[in-house]
């Protein structure tokens, strides 16, 4: 009974609103993480060639940074308002200004680890004869991996939470219920909502670290002894070869 009466009283923290609204709670997160998969994963195959073309030519760099750079610096408000005009009042509107932000991590962070891998890792496989795509997909990108890793994991969380502002056109995900909510100061639904978009957040991240450890087993290796620990100790009374 009071469980119930929680609705009729307004409060934060309400488990019979989740009870009874919980079909409509499952489709927000389920648009929720279908925009976010979306437009991380459009952004990611732009964002790749992006990188690949300002890395090849030095005179592409500095244009293609500048104009992600810019275009993060857009307000999302802005940004699907200039999109409406182009796509009309759909999914598409959300998708796109998702994707444009998310190009401005991607492609710095494909870059720097690009970068990053050392010169002798490439011209060792070139003595081996590894032409420049075999080089690129077996050599560099898997070393390139952390930092592009740590790129697509901040721009994950970025995108669970920027989603939340397509609920302007309507496709929010839980952003919907946000709106929906601070409109009719519905406290139960403007908290639950704001906590799943949290938990989402969270969620994407721990799973993209779990991705990235099991893509990066020697990076494992080297945290766990660097350079610095001296040699190995052996146990007492074990012959030395």
Not at 1 to 25: F, H, K, P
Not at 145 to 160: D, E, F, K, N, Y
Not at 180 to 199: H, I, P, W
């Amino acid at each position: 009974m009071a469980d119930q009466s929680c609705l009729v009283t307004n409060d934060w923290i309400c488990g019979e609103y989740v009870r009874t609204r919980g079909q409509e709670l499952a489709d927000a997160t389920l648009q929720h993480i279908g925009i976010t998969l979306a437009s991380v994963g459009i952004g990611l195959l732009v964002a790749f060639p992006l990188a690949l073309l300002a890395r090849r030519r030095r005179v592409v760099a500095a244009p293609v940074l500048g104009l992600t750079t810019v275009l993060y610096t857009v307000p999302s408000l802005a940004m699907f308002s200039l999109l409406v005009p182009v796509f009309g009042l759909s999914v598409s509107v959300v998708v796109t200004g998702l994707v444009l932000y998310s190009l401005t991590i991607l492609v710095r962070n494909i870059l720097a680890g690009l970068a990053a891998v050392p010169e002798e890792a490439r011209e060792a496989a070139r003595g081996m004869g590894y032409g420049p795509v075999r080089l690129l997909f077996g050599v560099e990108l898997p070393l390139a991996l952390p930092a592009l890793m740590a790129g697509l994991r901040i721009a994950t969380v970025s995108t669970v939470s920027l989603t939340t502002v397509g609920s302007i056109i309507g496709y929010g995900g839980l952003g919907n219920l946000i709106l929906e909510g601070l409109r009719g100061y519905f406290k139960a639904q403007v908290l639950t909502a704001s906590v799943l978009c949290v938990v989402l957040a969270v969620l994407a991240d721990l799973v993209l670290l779990l991705v990235q450890r099991l893509l990066t087993p020697w990076a494992r290796v080297k945290r766990r002894r660097s350079p610095g620990d001296g040699p190995v100790k052996r146990p007492a009374g074990q012959a030395v070869a």
